[in-house]
Antibody
Framework: EVQLVESGGGLVKPGGSLRLSCAAS????????MNWVRQAPGKGLEWVSS????????YYADSVKGRFTISRDNAKNSLYLQMNSLRAEDTAVYYC???????????????WGQGTLVTVSS | SYVLTQPPSVSVAPGKTARITCGGN??????VHWYQQKPGQAPVLVIY???DRPSGIPERFSGSNSGNTATLTISRVEAGDEADYYC???????????FGGGTKLTVL
């Protein structure tokens, strides 16, 4: 059974940093692209970042480019999101999601974690 | 940047057919994916590559895509279909994934 479990969320002050993790199990992690998608309270889904299976392709939403860094450790079956210079508008539930693309991280999201809440507030 | 436009809400009586649209410039040239999200839960993929259904998704869910509009169709709607629905595409011109704003489906 495919499982994606996010962790690392919490309350952080504006300008602060946080590192999210996503632990994957039930599939060959190194064969899949991975993504972060967020949802602000009461709002719709917003794509944040994607990374291909071998980290060859990495993409960011304009709203986070230069502040967030996506990475993965295929040996540890883990996906990460380093979030710096956090703003109030980054407050959201952050979901880890699998993309069945191997090479280029440009397809759909077939499995999602349950999400971790990030709150940016003073 | 590429924009996907969905109606904020759609209402349908049980047993009837619901159609949720997703508009975008020449969206027919892209692959469209659809997600269902119930309150307090993570999204679930219901249609991918315009019209394919993942295993476990009822045949009542179908999709189409042509011209400037993609459509998610839910036949014989049930109370359990009440949820928010989002369309999504990959925009190759910006190298961005794009979601529509979401449509709340209400079963009357």
């Amino acid at each position: 059974e495919v499982q994606l479990v996010e962790s690392g969320g919490g309350l952080v002050k504006p300008g602060g940093s946080l590192r999210l993790s996503c632990a994957a199990s039930g599939f060959t992690f190194s064969s899949y692209s991975m993504n972060w998608v967020r949802q602000a309270p009461g709002k719709g889904l917003e794509w944040v970042s994607s990374i291909s299976s071998s980290s060859s392709y990495i993409y960011y939403a304009d709203s986070v480019k230069g502040r967030f860094t996506i990475s993965r450790d295929n040996a540890k079956n883990s996906l990460y999101l380093q979030m710096n210079s956090l703003r109030a508008e980054d407050t959201a539930v952050y979901y880890c999601a699998r993309d069945p693309s191997i090479a280029a991280a440009r397809s759909h999201f077939d499995y999602w974690g349950q999400g971790t809440l990030v709150t940016v507030s003073s | 940047s590429y924009v996907l436009t969905q109606p904020p809400s759609v209402s349908v009586a049980p047993g009837k057919t619901a159609r949720i649209t997703c508009g975008g410039n020449n969206i027919g040239s892209k692959s469209v994916h659809w997600y269902q999200q119930k309150p307090g839960q993570a999204p679930v993929l219901v249609i991918y590559y315009d019209s394919d259904r993942p295993s476990g998704i009822p045949e009542r869910f179908s999709g189409s895509n042509s011209g400037n509009t993609a459509t998610l169709t839910i036949s014989r709607v049930e109370a359990g279909d009440e949820a928010d629905y989002y369309c999504q595409v990959w925009d190759s011109s910006s190298d961005h994934q794009v979601f529509g704003g979401g449509t709340k489906l209400t079963v009357l």
